[in-house]
């Protein structure tokens, strides 16, 4: 199995500014991807992140508003620019092998725009 | 779009076996169905995954229909903590997990 870590756990943040969450796996993993999980609802898919190249991202995502970085095969982080209050949600990091292998989810990171 | 459809809620008494449906008409020969569930402000928590045989672990056991039309989660014996939302999932080509709505499974004491 991996283990996700996920930082920062929570934040608040004011409108305009970006925040970047940070996503460690504790083992190379194959693939990495990045959710949203807005309040009351399931995860929506923002991208898949790719190493040493640019993400791929899901329609109704773009790199401007969230560019996406993976240096390596344990390590990823998801940068949420110029916020709003629509941004607010949980942002989840998931990671793991190819077909038939198992998926593993961080425990998400909360965020809050104000 | 998510290729499965599972029930909005569905209630439970504790002790008993929990059988969780879930219909995935459209999957391809080569995907998985996975199964996840979601305790109320944690991260997914992975359950099980299975291709076309039966599959069974310390968590709970998955029953896939011969066609793989559909499948069935198993919890044998349901626990209050086993309340969450629970995710059926069919793994894509590109090895995405694409999330429906899932079901709302309650233990009730």
């Known amino acids: 199995s991996a283990v996700i870590s996920q930082k920062p756990s929570r934040d608040i943040c004011q409108r305009g500014t970006s925040l970047t969450i940070q996503c460690q796996v504790d083992s190379q993993v194959t693939m990495m991807f990045w959710y949203r999980q807005q309040p009351g609802q399931s995860l929506t898919l923002i991208a898949t992140?790719?190493?040493?190249?640019?993400?791929?991202?899901e329609s109704g995502f773009v790199i401007d508003k969230f560019p996406i970085s993976r240096p390596n095969l344990t390590f990823s982080t998801l940068t949420v620019s110029n916020l709003s209050p629509e941004d607010s949600s949980i942002y989840l990091c998931?990671?793991?092998?190819?077909?038939?292998?198992?998926?593993?989810f961080g425990e998400g990171s909360w965020l809050t725009v104000v | 779009d998510a290729k499965t459809t599972q029930p909005t809620s569905m209630d439970c008494a504790e002790g008993r076996a929990a059988n969780l449906p879930c219909n995935h008409s459209t999957i391809s020969g080569n995907e998985y169905v996975y199964w996840y569930r979601q305790i109320h402000s944690q991260g997914p928590q992975y359950i099980i995954h299975g291709l076309k045989n039966n599959e069974t672990n310390e968590m709970a056991s998955l029953i896939i229909t011969e066609d793989r039309k559909s499948s069935t989660l198993i919890l044998p014996h349901a626990t209050l903590r086993d309340t969450a939302v629970y995710y059926c999932?069919?793994?894509?080509?590109?090895?995405?997990?694409?999330w429906g709505a899932g079901t709302k499974l309650i233990i009730k004491p």
């Open positions: 999932i069919v793994r894509d080509s590109n090895y995405q997990l694409i």
């Open positions: 998931s990671g793991g092998q190819g077909a038939g292998n198992t998926i593993y």
């Open positions: 992140a790719n190493q040493g190249s640019e993400a791929t991202y």
